[in-house]
């Protein structure tokens, strides 16, 4: 997600937001299903990302996977958020490695909390999350085409796998 730095300039008209995303129920872990690979993460496996409300107001992030395979090394990354809209609550800034600040918009999250769509002004980075490490075919291509619909540059989104739990 480092390679999400820009202003909020976009290509082509404004995105959609999440008409209102309920922080409480927005914290937890979310699955990613489907991403741009950037820097830090072009072959994540088992990609999760953890929110949790610190009490400057402030999201803290975790984000984990293993790199390069299903057992590879796991990397850890913690940015952390502010919003900027309060209103919706649907768009935040992430910041990482405490210099770098990136566009962070809630494009759609389901009435169950159990499925989001996360993308970035640019229409260039795109991620795909549940709270499940399974996702069924029909939902994650639904999803994918709300991506789709909103004029994404899918050309490196890439699905995540996920190791079964033994």
């Known amino acids: ?35 741009t690979p950037t820097i830090i993460d072009a072959r994540a496996f088992n990609a999760t990302e953890t929110y ?23 990397k850890v990354y913690t940015p952390s958020a502010r ?9 935040w800034r992430m910041r990482f490695f405490g210099l770098i600040n990136a566009a962070y918009l809630i494009l759609y999250v389901s009435d169950t909390y159990d499925y989001t769509v996360i993308g ?21 291509l639904e999803l994918r085409a709300e991506l789709e619909r909103r004029s994404f540059n899918l050309s490196e989104f890439r699905r995540v796998e996920h190791r079964p739990k033994h």
């Open 120 to 140: 970035h002004p640019d229409r260039d980075l795109a991620w795909i999350m549940s709270r499940s490490p399974q996702i069924a075919e029909p939902r994650y």
């Open 52 to 74: 949790e409300i610190a009490d400057s107001g402030r999201i803290l992030t975790t984000y984990r996977f293993n790199a390069d395979s299903t057992y590879g090394p796991e």
């Open 1 to 35: 997600m480092a390679g999400c730095v820009s202003a909020p300039a976009t290509k082509g008209p404004p995105l959609e937001l999440a008409d209102f995303v309920d922080l409480e129920r927005f914290m937890g872990t979310w699955y990613v299903h489907g991403y």
């Open 83 to 91: 919003i900027v809209n309060t209103t919706t609550n649907a768009e």
